[in-house]
């Protein structure tokens, strides 16, 4: 209750002292940078007039007595007066506390009283009739001069923002009527509420700063309060439009000063969280049997075998020696092994299987009777092991002759229907049937009752798959699939609309095969089981300069994202001059002269040379085919950043499981290639962190005004983009050869200031200076010399006959070869973990990355493994360049390389930046013609 002031009951407690009091409770210190919302009801107005020496029976009376004196005894000159004083104080320095917050607090305590609506949670009725009465105004309507508080709540707000936040943060909105909406909206949004909001930002994956927008917020929070029972989500879901769009509006401006730690609200775990180092880890091991269609695709042969599903973060390679595997075969985080029909004992006993030197263990506790049913709930079209026996449902029965006669009289006694089939790699020595387990008293089971648990079957949806962009969100071209499990011939409703019929009762549902086409939220519905997603394609791109925090390069102090260099390039040599048939070529610490072929013309603004002559075939119109890399694109443009995992994941889905690794690697290559994507590796695992660029754009070596677009985009924002080209700029599309890399979105201008113009209007950033970018990049990049001195050393790892496989690169054959000797080595292992050592000449053992590694070995020897003729640089493949050398090359065609003969062919590459890159390389150039 506070301090209680000892008050004559007889002495007149004024307006003076109602307004203070409240001041405090609502601006004092345990609120600043807070948001405030002045609530004000009969029981707050009892609780601080005990504060002013009140009981409960004088604090109201007292407080709206006071009120009416404010109007100096003239109740309907009440708010004249608020407003006449109120800007006096506001134009005159605005000292101590507003005047006016006891007048507002009245208005919202008439909110307050209106005849409430249980079942919606707030207040309805006539707002002026309760005004009148707490004011003891005769008549009816709105009183006199009522309006001008809204003048009132606009110096209160624009008070706690000029004093940043010290006194707190009003949320202050018309919410329904005018100037009524202004008390009201006080009333909306109480602090159980907000509890409830800061637990949907944590939800939606939401950070302090991010811009989001309202009709995007909207689809959220539909969705996030679908599942939830409170009087937030019934107000929400009244279908009164002003109340959800008041509770938007409160909803933003809560964001809006949401500091991400708010009232004990935990967050769920970072969106990007730490890799957890690879420890021993322990997996029962399970049944399923299997329809062998290989064999006979009309009559499938049943076969049974063991599987394991792991962690999602137990992501191995593809390329396991079959001898780790003891005999499994792995694929997307399953293992799976064959029972071998001269073994057939195996399944009755308790055993394990150790695998990758004891990191994986697998249990199978063994026994002479299994329970069998669909593996739908779980995304598996087999039969799994369960210790759950569902009532209702069919089930395969496997059992050991041990217990035949015991299982055959239990069917026949609970009048099972049942049928025998046969599993064709066990012997006879194990028995199978398939039987209907009705939904009746079960029977005689109490052999059952130690192992098995008999339970009613439940209804269940559950999504797998797809892409997922949020939570419960989808893209609409990657929808999950669903899978059910329900009653035999239940009615399935998607939007209250009768859809399908499932006969026996589960399936799963590929939503692709329902071809939905708008995006908005769909409700799978079946008898009292209903799920809620959101499935849309009109995303915003929401990645801008301002939230992005770029990675620190190994590069110098290079700050770089994308194509956008954040540093100063005066403080960088230019790395290339020309003199007649001589070229200059300077770093930080060297320079030397080079003849120049009289065969080599290619500058970088040839004047022979257009647009259409840098090596890319444009579409002749914008296309409207999405590839599953650009999907994919999309898919991590809107989630931002995120884990290997959730990379791996979009992979699988756009292009299949089968060679994830290989196919993961390409993805990510040209990604980082492009600037596209960032990706920051793992500690010496395979995995990566990875981060979406921010828009920007490269200038291009063409004597044409031309740019190619990079980093983060969606549909919807380059739709916009082209919208506002038109008539100004020309938006150019090139389909790319590789399937693993974006579409390639030039622009081109009638003059280069037509160009710059138009990207100021925009959040674009780039560099536009003398040169073009590919150049300003590589006068910024170190020397493959500066890697090598800034590389650590780096002991040999332990166990490398058990734990690691080493391989040496092999020269001639440009590949790693197992135990090969060479002084640069990698050491892997069988979870993904590897490490790039190098031994210099004076016996100190480096750790590098391989690209720069297989280089700086190719440099000693002197190996030329580039090619050059005009404007096409080749380079030899199993020869990667470093991540931003890529980047120079790629930006001056706005695509990745082709390869052909054995080469990566880089196109529209400048003679000038040709030569200056291999001479930071340390490596000689061959000519051709």
């Known amino acids: 209750m506070g301090t209680k002031i000892t008050t004559n009951e007889n002495s007149l407690i004024n307006y003076d002292s109602w307004n203070q009091v409240l001041c405090e409770h609502f601006f004092g210190k345990n609120n600043e940078n807070n948001i405030v919302y002045l609530y004000v009801n009969e029981n707050l107005v009892k609780r601080l007039g005990y504060k002013l020496g009140l009981n409960e029976n004088q604090a109201m009376p007292?407080?709206?007595?006071?009120?009416?004196?404010?109007?100096?005894?003239?109740?309907?000159?009440?708010?004249?007066?608020?407003?006449?004083?109120?800007?006096?104080?506001?134009?005159?320095?605005?000292?101590?506390?507003?005047?006016?917050?006891?007048?507002?607090?009245?208005?919202?305590?008439?909110?307050?009283?209106?005849?409430?609506?249980?079942?919606?949670?707030?207040?309805?009725?006539?707002?002026?009739?309760?005004?009148?009465?707490?004011?003891?105004?005769?008549?009816?309507?709105?009183?006199?001069?009522?309006?001008?508080?809204?003048?009132?709540?606009?110096?209160?707000?624009?008070?706690?923002?000029?004093?940043?936040?010290?006194?707190?943060?009003t949320n202050v909105f018309r919410y329904g009527q005018a100037y009524i909406g202004y008390p009201m909206s006080q009333c909306l949004i109480k602090d159980a509420d907000r509890q409830i909001l800061y637990e949907f930002f944590y939800w939606a994956g939401l950070r302090p700063g991010l811009k989001v927008q309202a009709n995007a917020i909207k689809e959220q929070l539909e969705l996030f309060l679908s599942t939830k029972v409170n009087r937030l989500s019934r107000l929400f879901f009244n279908k009164n439009k002003g109340i959800q769009e008041g509770i938007i509006q409160a909803l933003l401006f809560e964001y809006q000063n949401w500091n991400g730690t708010n009232n004990n609200v935990e967050p769920q775990g970072s969106l990007v969280e730490k890799h957890e180092k690879n420890k021993p880890k322990k997996y029962n091991l399970f049944l399923r049997i299997d329809e062998d269609k290989q064999s006979n695709f009309f009559n499938p042969k049943l076969k049974l075998g063991f599987f394991a599903i792991v962690d999602e973060d137990t992501v191995l390679e593809e390329s396991i020696e079959k001898k780790e595997l003891e005999g499994f075969m792995y694929n997307n985080n399953t293992f799976y092994k064959e029972v071998n029909s001269n073994q057939n004992h195996i399944i009755a006993d308790k055993h394990s299987y150790s695998l990758f030197n004891s990191q994986l263990e697998f249990v199978f506790k063994g026994g002479n009777l299994f329970f069998f049913n669909r593996g739908t709930d779980i995304g598996i079209n087999a039969w799994i092991n369960r210790e759950s026996v569902v009532k209702g449902k069919d089930h395969l029965v496997l059992f050991s002759s041990e217990v035949e006669k015991e299982i055959r009289s239990w069917v026949d006694l609970n009048g099972f229907l049942n049928k025998e089939i046969s599993i064709s790699n066990l012997s006879s020595f194990w028995k199978c049937l398939i039987i209907k387990i009705h939904e009746k008293e079960i029977i005689g089971?109490?052999?059952?009752?130690?192992?098995?648990?008999?339970?009613?079957?439940?209804?269940?949806?559950?999504?797998?798959?797809?892409?997922?962009?949020?939570?419960?969100?989808?893209?609409?071209?990657?929808?999950?699939?669903?899978?059910?499990?329900?009653?035999?011939?239940?009615?399935?409703?998607?939007?209250?609309?009768?859809?399908?019929?499932?006969?026996?009762?589960?399936?799963?549902?590929?939503?692709?095969?329902?071809?939905?086409?708008?995006?908005?939220?769909?409700?799978?519905?079946?008898?009292?089981?209903?799920?809620?997603?959101?499935?849309?394609?009109?995303?915003?791109?929401?990645?801008?300069?301002?939230?992005?925090?770029?990675?620190?390069?190994?590069?110098?102090?290079?700050?770089?994202?994308?194509?956008?260099?954040?540093?100063?390039?005066?403080?960088?040599?230019?790395?290339?001059?020309?003199?007649?048939?001589?070229?200059?070529?300077?770093?930080?610490?060297?320079?030397?002269?080079?003849?120049?072929?009289?065969?080599?013309?290619?500058?970088?603004?040839?004047?022979?040379?257009?647009?259409?002559?840098?090596?890319?075939?444009?579409?002749?119109?914008?296309?409207?085919?999405?590839?599953?890399?650009?999907?994919?694109?999309?898919?991590?443009?809107?989630?931002k950043e995120g884990n290997w995992e959730s990379f791996l994941k979009g992979v699988k889905w756009c292009f299949g499981s089968q060679n994830i690794g290989l196919t993961s690697y390409k993805v990510r290559q040209k990604l980082s290639q492009l600037g596209f994507v960032e990706f920051i590796r793992d500690g010496d695992s395979n995995k990566y962190f990875w981060n979406v660029i921010p828009?920007?754009?490269?200038?291009?070596?063409?004597?044409?005004?031309?740019?190619?677009?990079?980093?983060?985009?969606?549909?919807?924002?380059?739709?916009?983009?082209?919208?506002?080209?038109?008539?100004?700029?020309?938006?150019?599309?090139?389909?790319?050869?590789?399937?693993?890399?974006?579409?390639?979105?030039?622009?081109?201008?009638?003059?280069?200031?037509?160009?710059?113009?138009?990207?100021?209007?925009?959040?674009?950033?780039?560099?536009?200076?003398?040169?073009?970018?590919?150049?300003?990049?590589?006068?910024?990049?170190?020397?493959?010399?500066?890697?090598?001195?800034?590389?650590?050393?780096?002991?040999?790892?332990?166990?490398?006959?058990?734990?690691?496989?080493?391989?040496?690169?092999?020269?001639?054959?440009?590949?790693?070869?197992?135990?090969?000797?060479?002084?640069?080595?990698?050491?892997?292992?069988?979870?993904?973990?590897?490490?790039?050592?190098?031994?210099?000449?004076?016996?100190?053992?480096?750790?590098?990355?391989?690209?720069?590694?297989?280089?700086?070995?190719?440099?000693?020897?002197?190996?030329?493994?580039?090619?050059?003729?005009?404007?096409?640089?080749?380079?030899?493949?199993?020869?990667?360049?470093?991540?931003?050398?890529?980047?120079?090359?790629?930006?001056?065609?706005?695509?990745?390389?082709?390869?052909?003969?054995?080469?990566?062919?880089?196109?529209?590459?400048?003679?000038?930046?040709?030569?200056?890159?291999?001479?930071?390389?340390?490596?000689?150039?061959?000519?051709?013609?």
């Not at 090139?734 to 200031?753: D, H, K, N, R, W």
Request: aromatic residues 14%; glycine residues 6%; proline residues 5%.
């Open 445 to 639: 089971s109490q052999f059952l009752e130690n192992h098995f648990v008999f339970t009613q079957a439940q209804d269940k949806i559950s999504l797998k798959d797809g892409l997922k962009v949020g939570n419960m969100e989808w893209l609409l071209d990657a929808p999950p699939q669903v899978s059910i499990v329900t009653s035999p011939k239940t009615t399935i409703y998607i939007n209250d609309v009768p859809v399908f019929s499932l006969i026996d009762g589960e399936d799963t549902i590929n939503f692709r095969n329902l071809h939905l086409i708008e995006s908005k939220i769909y409700k799978i519905r079946f008898n009292d089981t209903e799920k809620t997603i959101l499935l849309k394609n009109n995303h915003e791109n929401l990645i801008t300069f301002s939230d992005f925090k770029p990675k620190e390069y190994s590069d110098g102090n290079l700050k770089i994202a994308g194509t956008y260099i954040y540093d100063s390039l005066e403080d960088y040599p230019r790395p290339y001059k020309q003199r007649g048939y001589k070229a200059f070529l300077s770093t930080k610490d060297t320079n030397t002269t080079k003849v120049i072929p009289k065969f080599i013309n290619a500058m970088p603004f040839n004047i022979n040379r257009s647009y259409k002559d840098i090596g890319v075939t444009f579409s002749g119109n914008v296309t409207t085919v999405v590839r599953p890399i650009d999907l994919f694109f999309e898919y991590l443009t809107i989630r």
């Open 695 to 929: 828009m920007s754009i490269a200038v291009m070596p063409s004597n044409d005004p031309l740019v190619y677009l990079t980093g983060g985009r969606t549909r919807e924002s380059i739709d916009q983009l082209k919208n506002l080209t038109e008539g100004k700029i020309k938006l150019l599309q090139a389909i790319p050869l590789s399937q693993y890399e974006p579409l390639s979105i030039y622009l081109l201008g009638s003059t280069v200031e037509s160009l710059k113009e138009f990207f100021n209007t925009l959040s674009i950033n780039f560099n536009w200076g003398l040169d073009y970018f590919s150049y300003d990049l590589l006068r910024c990049l170190p020397t493959l010399n500066d890697y090598i001195s800034n590389a650590r050393e780096y002991p040999e790892p332990r166990g490398t006959n058990t734990y690691w496989v080493v391989k040496g690169w092999d020269l001639f054959s440009h590949s790693w070869i197992k135990d090969k000797d060479s002084p640069l080595k990698i050491y892997a292992n069988s979870f993904g973990q590897y490490i790039c050592l190098y031994k210099t000449s004076n016996n100190k053992t480096i750790k590098l990355e391989r690209a720069i590694g297989k280089l700086y070995l190719a440099q000693q020897q002197r190996q030329r493994s580039l090619q050059y003729k005009n404007y096409e640089l080749k380079v030899k493949q199993g020869y990667e360049l470093p991540e931003l050398y890529e980047r120079v090359l790629t930006s001056c065609v706005g695509q990745c390389p082709i390869e052909s003969n054995g080469y990566r062919v880089y196109r529209n590459v400048p003679h000038e930046v040709a030569l200056s890159l291999a001479y930071k390389l340390g490596i000689e150039i061959n000519y051709n013609k």
């Open 62 to 169: 007292s407080f709206c007595k006071s009120v009416r004196s404010y109007g100096r005894n003239e109740p309907d000159m009440v708010f004249d007066k608020a407003f006449i004083w109120g800007r006096k104080w506001y134009n005159q320095g605005q000292i101590g506390f507003p005047p006016f917050i006891g007048v507002l607090a009245l208005t919202v305590l008439a909110a307050t009283k209106m005849k409430g609506n249980r079942k919606i949670g707030i207040g309805a009725g006539n707002y002026y009739l309760r005004l009148r009465n707490l004011l003891e105004l005769n008549g009816e309507g709105k009183p006199l001069y009522f309006e001008k508080t809204k003048t009132l709540w606009f110096y209160l707000t624009q008070w706690q923002k000029e004093n940043k936040g010290r006194f707190g943060f």
